[in-house]
């Protein structure tokens, strides 16, 4: 068995060859690449050493390591079914109201949990797990485990649901700040949808923020006699350690709302639910993985536009050997120095400072040399190289000039 030392010194040796190997890989066009010869002074045991290990072992131990993923998950395990529901497993004191003895109130007495308003709920903390954001970016995915329960006999259950970016208060509760496109959660019992059904949405543009939380909103679904405390939205887990804050609030819980800790009461409000878990996970994608639109993302990002445009152009020269040409500033201020030149910029025809105004097209005068105006003559014009030099960036375009 070789020597490990000898070994490490092998693989220093060989490195350089496998780097120019790994790069003729990834630049030649050739498929497969050209063989790489080994010079011929390499000492036996490098040699053997080389033909022996593979490729790709020694690829992966001479390549640096790759960046870190722009894509990463946070929010719920999903680790247990969803087996609780909004309408009658949030924290909420309730109140009881006196009616006449019937199925849904044996004893006379019908207890309402809460307003069938508009809710929002979000996980604070978790007992495996983080409910915050990790890192500003997108939600690019949202995996919400449940069904909406309907009621036996009564209408369609309101499945409409969205979901928001969501920053803690100081004071306890959140502060809405963007919302989702409106998505559908399946009915419980049909097509199978149970509490253990898991179904991934992908909003457009719901940016989020590090340290925000991602919170699951429905509009309530309140229907008299039937949804009483609004439609049951199976969508809560059983999980000892975890601590679920909830916001009830007819057009309460939209953009911009104030989901204070402070405003408690018996039907509606602020609650804090513990050992309860919002079964929901996010896809959280940062740079090349987020939209542009989302601080953080480059995706889709339109591409950065010179400061300076110059655009196809027959100019006139005077005279008094005068060519206007034609430039656009986009930034200000905007100065800079403008050239003709030859195709490669081995002559030099004529050359100007200047100082622009932005965002509007000036003409600017260039004194050309008589080489120039000799060539013009001979050739009934000619077609010359514009460059326009601003805040270091160079900008060219061919032109033609003639005499008028």
Not at 109 to 138: E, F, I, K, M, S
């Amino acid at each position: 068995m070789p020597d490990p030392r000898g070994c490490a010194v092998a693989l220093e040796y060989v490195r350089p060859f496998v780097t120019r190997l790994v790069n003729l890989w990834e630049h030649s066009p050739i498929e497969p690449p050209m063989p790489l010869h080994l010079p011929t002074r390499v000492p036996r045991l490098i040699r053997q050493l080389f033909l022996a290990v593979p490729l790709a072992a020694l690829v992966s131990i001479l390549a640096p390591a790759s960046s870190p993923a722009a894509v990463m998950t946070f929010g719920s395990p999903l680790s247990v079914p969803a087996t609780l529901n909004t309408a009658v497993n949030l924290g909420y004191p309730g109140t009881n109201t006196a009616v006449p003895p019937a199925p849904d109130a044996p004893n006379g007495v019908y207890h309402t949990y809460h307003y069938g308003a508009d809710t929002a709920l979000w996980n604070v903390t978790q007992a495996a797990g983080d409910p915050r954001v990790p890192a500003t970016g997108q939600a690019v995915k949202v995996s919400l485990e449940g069904c909406a329960q309907g009621a036996s006999g009564g209408p369609t259950p309101l499945t409409q649901i969205h979901f928001q970016d969501i920053s803690p208060l100081p004071g306890g509760g959140a502060k809405v700040n963007i919302s989702s496109q409106g998505f559908y959660i399946p009915i419980c019992g049909a097509t199978g949808a149970s509490g253990s059904t898991v179904t991934t949405y992908e909003p457009i543009n719901l940016c989020v923020s590090a340290g925000d939380y991602v919170a699951f909103n429905d509009d309530g679904g309140y229907v008299e006699n039937v949804y009483r405390n609004g439609v049951p939205y199976q969508v809560l887990g059983a999980v000892s350690g975890s601590t679920m804050d909830s916001f009830i609030r007819n057009n309460g819980t939209g953009n911009g709302a104030s989901l204070s800790s402070s405003y408690t009461s018996a039907m509606e409000g602020f609650a804090t639910n513990r050992d309860e878990e919002l079964m929901m996970q996010v896809t959280l994608g940062t740079g090349s993985d987020a939209t542009h639109v989302c601080a953080g993302g480059t995706q889709g990002r339109p591409p950065v536009l010179a400061p300076i445009r110059v655009s196809p152009q027959t100019d006139g020269v005077n005279q008094a050997r005068f060519v206007d040409v034609a430039l656009f500033c986009r930034i200000s201020p905007c100065k800079g120095v403008a050239t003709l030149s030859t195709d490669r910029g081995h002559d030099t025809y004529g050359r100007s400072g200047f100082n622009l105004a932005a965002h509007t097209t000036t003409h600017l005068p260039i004194h050309v040399s008589s080489e120039m105006i000799r060539l013009i003559r001979a050739h009934h014009g000619v077609f010359t190289t514009l460059t326009a030099v601003v805040s270091g960036e160079s900008v060219s375009r061919t032109i033609s000039v003639k005499i008028f």
